[in-house]
């Protein structure tokens, strides 16, 4: 006799009318491993260096979480590779409607003592995002948080 667990059927009675689409997780997309994992570049149009560097590592399919490392381009952190994690979800597409695959990731600059988090979509082999760092030592109060827009395009 094999062991298993068997819930009294009272309990399956109370639990029944919760279980919807909604309600019931979805595995990951097999695919957006294949799609994510590998080096992307931070386009940055008119500067004098280039930009940062994200290799994306692993995405594990069941949960969608991003493991890989990030690389300043210049400064005291120029060069060094810091971990960096983060998650990829996605949805079907619905009739007309624009569908993208969603992503984050963050990083923790010790060399700076800063956080920095980028939330946003991949499109067109293309991430587009919206980045925000948190500074422990600025001129004002004011000053701790910054933010912006980033361009990731994935290399060849």
Known sequence: M???????????????PFLDSAAIAEPQDTSLGSKLVGKWTQEMIGARTGGAIINITAVDASTGRITGKYIPPSG????????????????????KADNVIT????????????????????KDNKIFA??????PNTAYDWAHIVTGEDVWTKAP
């Not at 094999?2 to 029944?16: D, E």
């Not at 120029?78 to 009739?95: D, N």
């Open 2 to 16: 094999k062991n298993s667990i068997r819930f009294p059927r009272f309990l399956w009675l109370a639990v029944i």
């Open 76 to 95: 005291p952190a120029g060069g060094k590779e810091f971990e960096v994690t983060g998650w990829v979800s996605s949805a079907p597409p619905q009739e």
């Open 103 to 122: 992503v984050s990731f963050t990083v923790s600059l010790s060399t700076y003592g800063s956080i920095s988090s980028e939330t946003g979509y991949l």
């Open 130 to 135: 919206m980045w925000h760092n948190v500074r």
